[in-house]
């Protein structure tokens, strides 16, 4: 058989083995994401949307805790917080993080790693605006991260906020979103044994083609 053939043959027996089919099926990751999102949200007892965040801060050290992600974007994965919080000032700072999703009802998980980037114009504003009174009116009175006396004291801010801002008070300019949008993409499925399923889709920057890989569980 001639090199060429051989080195054909080889390829098409790699490909065999890389292919994904089931949960693992599609050509978009966030398209994958979504719908193992989707499949969550209808057994998860709460919160199918925590994620644990990890940044990092000035000194190198890490920083982790659990959000609730908002929208799985054509090009990232959102989430709100304050940008004068630890995170927000680490994001900020560092310009990249990574979170994890786990659902235990499905015994799944999905890893995100990459760049990040601000979502604080319309987008920002029209989630702001879909949220309950009281928590727009806590994400102005909150200092969110910075030491804090006593709850009375913060709910006496409240209080002043409230007044001061009215029932349709506008998004903080302190406050808004972070997408993360990722060169890394892990897809983990639980196997009997520990032989679990895992599949990480990487590209070399944010937008560019994606290569999938299968790995070792």
């Given at each position: 058989?001639?090199?060429?053939?051989?080195?054909?043959?080889?390829?098409?027996?790699?490909?065999?083995?890389?292919?994904?089919?089931?949960?693992?099926?599609?050509?978009?990751?966030?398209?994958?994401?979504?719908?193992?999102?989707?499949?969550?949200?209808?057994?998860?007892?709460n919160d199918?949307n925590?994620?644990?965040?990890?940044?990092?801060?000035p000194?190198?050290?890490?920083?982790?805790?659990?959000?609730?992600?908002?929208?799985?974007?054509?090009?990232?994965?959102?989430?709100?917080?304050?940008?004068?919080?630890?995170?927000?000032?680490?994001?900020?700072?560092?310009?990249?993080?990574?979170?994890?999703?786990?659902?235990?009802?499905?015994?799944?998980?999905?890893?995100?790693?990459?760049?990040?980037?601000?979502?604080?114009?319309?987008?920002?504003?029209?989630?702001?605006?879909?949220?309950?009174?009281?928590?727009?009116?806590?994400?102005?009175a909150?200092?969110?991260?910075?030491?804090?006396?006593?709850?009375?004291?913060?709910?006496?801010?409240?209080?002043?906020?409230?007044?001061?801002?009215?029932?349709?008070?506008?998004?903080?300019?302190?406050?808004?979103?972070?997408?993360?949008?990722?060169?890394?993409?892990?897809f983990?499925?639980?196997?009997?044994?520990?032989?679990?399923?895992?599949?990480?889709?990487?590209?070399?920057?944010?937008?560019?083609?994606?290569?999938?890989?299968?790995?070792?569980?």
């Amino acid at each position: 058989m001639p090199p060429a053939d051989i080195a054909d043959c080889r390829e098409k027996r790699r490909k065999k083995t890389m292919q994904r089919d089931g949960i693992f099926a599609g050509d978009n990751p966030f398209e994958i994401a979504r719908c193992w999102l989707a499949e969550a949200e209808a057994s998860e007892i709460n919160d199918p949307n925590a994620v644990a965040l990890a940044t990092v801060d000035p000194t190198g050290l890490p920083n982790v805790r659990m959000v609730l992600l908002k929208e799985i974007a054509e090009d990232g994965f959102v989430f709100y917080t304050n940008y004068e919080s630890a995170k927000g000032k680490e994001l900020g700072e560092n310009g990249r993080a990574a979170m994890v999703l786990h659902w235990k009802s499905l015994r799944r998980q999905i890893r995100i790693r990459g760049p990040v980037v601000r979502e604080a114009g319309e987008r920002a504003d029209a989630y702001y605006a879909s949220r309950s009174l009281k928590s727009r009116l806590g994400a102005w009175a909150s200092e969110q991260s910075r030491p804090l006396d006593s709850r009375a004291t913060l709910m006496a801010k409240v209080a002043k906020v409230t007044a001061q801002k009215g029932t349709n008070p506008p998004r903080p300019p302190f406050w808004g979103g972070f997408r993360i949008e990722p060169v890394e993409i892990e897809f983990w499925a639980d196997g009997a044994f520990r032989l679990h399923d895992r599949f990480v889709w990487r590209c070399s920057a944010p937008g560019e083609t994606w290569s999938v890989q299968r790995l070792n569980p």
